[in-house]
């Protein structure tokens, strides 16, 4: 196995195991606002006992995100160090800004949103919340920002300033705004709401069947539930056929790689299942016709390039990159036949909240929609190669060349066992949280003891000074 392939399996293990907890984190961080807002508008206790319950919940998976998420940036250098030095100066910048702003944002307010919940009144642990997770949101940002400039670079230009040649910034708002990044973004932050939704009905509907916190878990249903549906329609028919026209007008043949497209075709079938063959150029399976050419072009005529129309070097691995995408895709499908049944079950006197069977399946939407989202990241990732940066950096000129085959190994291996560990220690707490159960509702007096906005903060704070 080549250092090249290894230093490819490390990036992967490591960014996947990572990748499990941002999408959690920001979908519960909007689940966290609303439960706040309904607090703020009602005043009924449960709506803090929901938030106090969750925050918790969000703080680990908080921290796991960022542990795991510190790794990728040190694998830039130790591993791929020719790839930092070619785009550091503009793939730096992106990370930097993330550091600067996203994390002041976060940092300032964690410790009141996560420790608050007992000495905050409702509207300034709402405020400090939502700044939470609007520094999260903006952290998001600015990674698509930088992974869109690697799927379809911009505003740069290639010098030699003696160390090999180097990709310099030329226009910052061409790096920022690239042709592939509001798509993605769109499409990133829709998938991340269906997560922390489908966390939210999962653990309802474990409650549901324990019967357990039996009106806490109802509520949580009705406010995830309409969350998960909406984004599962958003996803199918406008953020995901957005996605798929931007890759078609940017990187055609990742698209012709995604449907295992070889000859170029007008009225282009698209696949639900299927299995393509590299060696013999053949895609066989159950297909939709015409669907991939209107999915593509928005005309069930339209042409679609295939793989025959690029050299065979640029061709990403086509039978995984087609797996993965269609995994994505079914799931997709998938989300919408419980949305409509979920909902509809709802309407129809709340049967959702009777159902063993529907409750089971709520249950099992938060892996389903975890490996959603893996399966998506994988299908953005391995449809680039053999491009690290597309049309410009080579994967196989990326990697650090001091760095053996050996080296690569052993590091895999502990990562392979760390990540176990930290897996295990996560699914133990996480679980533990979960059968400890929503708090009791806080005293009236107390909640109504505490302060409420800065001012009020300061206000206190003079008294006690004064020794009144």
């Known amino acids: 196995m080549s250092t090249e392939l290894l ?4 990036f992967a293990l490591t960014i996947s195991f990572h990748f499990l907890f941002p999408p959690m984190s920001l979908g519960l961080g909007l689940i966290l606002v609303i439960l706040g807002v309904k607090s703020v508008r009602t005043n009924n206790p449960k709506w803090r006992q929901l938030s106090l319950f969750w925050v918790k919940i969000y703080g680990l998976i908080f921290a796991m995100g960022i542990a795991t998420g510190i790794v990728q940036e040190f694998e830039f250098g130790t591993n791929w160090s020719e790839y930092s030095r070619f785009v550091g100066n503009v793939f730096g910048s992106l990370l930097a800004a993330e550091g600067i702003f996203a994390f002041m944002l976060e940092g300032g307010f964690l410790g009141l949103m996560l420790f608050g919940g007992a000495r905050l009144g409702n509207r300034l642990w709402l405020f400090a919340t939502t700044m939470v997770v609007a520094g999260a949101t903006f952290s998001a940002l600015w990674i698509v ?9 911009a505003g ?20 920022v705004f690239t042709p592939t990044f509001i798509p993605r973004i769109l499409h990133v932050l829709a998938a991340s709401w269906m997560v922390g939704a489908a966390l939210v009905m999962s653990v309802g509907a474990w409650y549901l069947l324990k019967k357990i916190h039996v009106d806490l878990a109802k509520t949580m249903i009705r406010v995830a539930l309409p969350i998960f549906a909406i984004m599962a329609v958003l996803q199918v028919f406008v953020f995901g056929a957005n996605q798929a026209v931007a890759v078609t007008e940017n990187q055609p043949e990742k698209l012709a790689a995604m449907e295992g497209l070889y000859r170029t075709e007008d009225c282009a079938p698209m696949f639900i299942v299927g299995w393509t063959d590299q060696h013999s150029e053949e895609t066989k399976g159950i297909s939709m016709p015409c669907m991939l050419s209107f999915l593509a072009t928005q005309d069930f005529q339209g042409e679609v390039q295939g793989l025959e129309a690029f050299p065979e070097d640029d061709w990403a691995p086509v039978n995984l990159v087609f797996q993965v995408y269609h995994l994505m895709i079914d799931l997709g499908m998938v989300f919408l036949l419980i949305s409509a049944v979920a909902v509809g079950m709802w309407i129809w006197k709340r049967k959702v909240f009777e159902k063993r069977w529907m409750l ?15 399966a998506g990241w994988w299908t953005a990732e391995f449809g680039r190669q053999p491009w690290v940066v597309w049309q410009v950096l080579r994967t196989e000129g990326a990697e650090s060349p001091l760095v053996s085959s050996a080296q690569v190994w052993f590091s895999i291996s502990m990562f392979v066992v760390l990540y176990a560990l930290l897996l295990g220690l996560f699914l133990y707490l996480m679980d533990r949280k979960i059968k400890a159960g929503p708090p009791e509702p806080p005293d009236d007096d107390e909640v109504e003891s505490l302060p409420d906005s800065f001012a009020e903060v300061f ?5 006690v000074s004064s020794g009144s």
């Open 156 to 175: 740069y230009e290639v010098r030699d300033e003696g160390n090999g040649p180097q990709a310099f910034m030329t226009d910052f708002v061409d790096v």
């Open 459 to 463: 206000r206190r704070r003079s008294r």
């Open 7 to 10: 230093h490819r399996i490390q």
């Open 360 to 374: 089971w399946v709520l249950v099992s939407t938060i892996l389903l929609t975890q490996l959603a989202t893996q």
């Open 145 to 153: 920002m930088a992974n869109s400039w690697m799927q379809s670079p």
